[in-house]
């Protein structure tokens, strides 16, 4: 049975830098998870918030992983769930985490069109709405 997933965006060389040591450590752009002490997530209803925030200027390439939240637990990697901006609560995830295809099942490729990032279709990846 597959658990509930939470979302992470990436630059794509920073995902391909971290795959090479198996690996991710980034906590979103520019930060390591060293100094935040956490990897950003989403879910996917936060997802164009995020495409079209802080990453909406961004000029090269991003990468979409899905994120399995067992996966996280049974490494120990804790997912807290802090508040928003008047939107519920968002997910950080609180250690630098494998990049084996249990923990991230899916890395999707995004789109741009008409200048804005396209949120893909991620329906079957049970990521949490």
């Known amino acids: 049975m597959v658990g509930h997933r939470v979302l992470h965006v990436a630059f794509s060389d920073d995902?391909?830098?971290?795959?090479?040591?198996?690996?991710?450590?980034?906590?979103t752009r520019n930060t390591l998870y060293e100094v935040a002490g956490f990897?950003?997530?989403t879910t996917l209803s936060g997802l164009p918030s995020v495409l079209h925030g802080p990453y909406s200027d961004a000029s090269i390439?991003?990468?979409?992983?899905v994120i399995d939240e067992g996966s996280l637990a049974d490494e120990g990697i804790e997912v807290a769930w802090v508040p928003a901006d008047g939107a519920g609560a968002v997910p950080r995830i609180l250690g630098a985490?494998?990049?084996?295809?249990?923990?991230?099942?899916?890395?999707?490729?995004?789109?741009?069109?008409?200048?804005?990032?396209?949120?893909?279709?991620?329906?079957?990846f049970s990521v949490r709405p």
């Open 61 to 65: 390439p991003l990468v979409l992983a």
């Open 97 to 124: 985490f494998p990049m084996d295809e249990r923990t991230v099942p899916a890395v999707v490729e995004l789109g741009r069109a008409d200048g804005r990032w396209v949120v893909p279709d991620l329906s079957g």
């Open 39 to 41: 990897v950003h997530a």
């Open 15 to 27: 995902w391909e830098a971290c795959e090479r040591f198996g690996e991710y450590n980034v906590a």
